[in-house]
């Protein structure tokens, strides 16, 4: 059964929780910029595999906008969306989102757009759709 484009990019949408330790954090006890695209991209990655089921590797990452500190000892949800399809390429847009791990407090603290492309085994582009 092929599903339409918009079914494959509603089942793609990717959530991810990590906790932020000590060792991921910066001298103001902060999650470091480095490590949160690390943890975009990983996310942008796998929402991009959900929805082509091919190999995607990322070409860009576009407007990062660090809006809020990550302090240590918080909880950091990544959600992961298509936002484009392109013929070989998917842009995926990615939220980080910060939680106090004792309150109710959460807030949108990163958002960026990568664009991943898909590729066969020679490394070259082929078509997600």
Do not use: W
């Not at 932020?20 to 910066?26: H, Y």
């Amino acid at each position: 059964m092929n599903k339409s484009i918009e079914e494959r990019i509603a089942a793609a949408e990717t959530k991810v929780f990590k906790a932020v330790f000590p060792n991921t954090t910066n001298h103001y006890d902060t999650l470091f910029g480095g490590a949160a695209l690390q943890l975009m991209d990983e996310v942008a990655f796998i929402c991009a595999t959900r929805f082509s089921r091919q190999k995607v590797v990322t070409v860009s990452s576009d407007r990062v906008d660090f809006k809020k500190p990550i302090p240590s000892g918080t909880l950091v949800e990544l959600i992961a969306n298509v936002e484009k399809v392109g013929r070989t390429s998917i842009v995926v847009s990615v939220e980080i989102f910060v939680e106090e791990m004792y309150s109710q407090k959460r807030e949108q603290a990163v958002r960026g757009t990568f664009t991943m492309v898909a590729m066969d085994d020679n490394k070259k582009p082929i078509a997600v759709v």
